[in-house]
């Protein structure tokens, strides 16, 4: 998959010399495409609809960040959803979009990408001697490996309609993005949203998709991850019990798993996260976009 994913790259980095110059974003082009973001900026940890409009085209990719972004069409636009990992630098970043016409001509449009601060909070974590290991840098990278390697794999399709719901809501003890010290020693960023929760409790889908990790992890312990299509996973962890299988499709609202208190955990609850483009995102932010479109399939 890294193999396939960095010869990718390479093809549409090489597009991009040799295509003509640099066009401001949303700056109309005569008989070519425009660019645009639904917002000012875009923030760290966050996500974002990008849209191409202009007539005959036939495909949009775009490069943001060493990633590459395929654009889905959406009536008379073609849209991606565009991601900013939560340690990106906070200044105007470029976005490189190559868009290739049913007669064959392709064009490059660069345009700057404002990234704004997250303002993610610290705090600190002191876990039993039992769990001492988890704290170990190998774990985590090997860990760290395994969810990137997966959740930068792009499904043409669309799997969600009505948008995403936060699964099983209540009381939050867990914020995104919060850089936490554990036991003194060691720093490790925050995935996702963690709700308390009584153990056994029934974890339900955010939204249509597909299963494409069910069982046991080191850090996340009992863990489900969800292909939802157009790049965006959601991911549940911490579970006593997982209910479902790779493979399965479920729906919204659809049982997946037993809250719990498995892996690098201190008591019961659902850790949730989000990832959107292969970076893990704001997951109450993400809810913000609303997403209500139809399904394609």
């Known amino acids: 998959m890294k193999h396939r994913l960095m010869a990718a790259l390479v093809g549409l980095a090489a597009a991009l010399i040799v295509m003509s110059p640099a066009l401001a974003q949303g700056e109309p082009r005569t008989g070519g495409a425009t660019v645009s973001l639904a917002g000012q900026w875009l923030r760290q940890g966050q996500a974002g609809f990008v849209s191409v409009r202009g007539e005959g085209i036939a495909d949009v990719r775009a490069l943001f960040q060493g990633r ?18 939560v340690d990106t ?85 867990g ?25 056994g409790t029934p974890v339900t889908a955010a939204a249509n998709g597909r299963v494409i990790l069910a069982g046991a992890l080191p850090i996340r312990g009992g863990y489900v991850l969800i292909d939802h299509g157009w790049g965006v996973y959601s991911g549940y ?38 990832a959107v483009g292969g970076v893990w995102v704001d997951p109450q932010a993400f809810l913000e976009l609303g997403l209500t479109l139809e399904p394609t399939t």
């Open 68 to 85: 590459l972004y395929y654009f889905y069409p959406d009536g008379s636009r073609y849209v991606t959803l565009l991601s900013a990992a």
């Open 89 to 173: 630098e906070v200044k105007d970043q470029p976005l490189q979009v190559i868009v290739r016409y049913t007669d064959g001509r392709t064009e490059q449009i660069e345009t700057m990408i404002p990234i704004n601060w997250g303002n993610y909070a610290r705090g600190a974590v002191m876990l039993p001697a039992a769990l001492y290991s988890l704290l170990d840098p190998e774990v985590n990278r090997a860990e760290d490996a395994k969810m990137a390697n997966i959740i930068s794999r792009f499904t043409p399709e669309r799997y969600w309609a009505g948008g995403f719901v936060q699964p099983n809501p209540g009381e939050i003890v």
């Open 175 to 199: 914020y995104f993005g919060a850089t936490r010290l554990y036991n003194e020693s060691y720093w490790y960023t925050h995935t996702g949203l963690d709700t308390s929760m009584p153990e």
């Open 237 to 274: 962890a911490h579970l006593s019990q997982w209910l479902v299988v790779p493979g399965q499709w479920v729906r919204q609202g659809d049982v997946i798993g037993l809250s719990g208190n498995t892996g690098r955990s201190t008591g019961p609850h659902l850790h949730w996260e989000m």
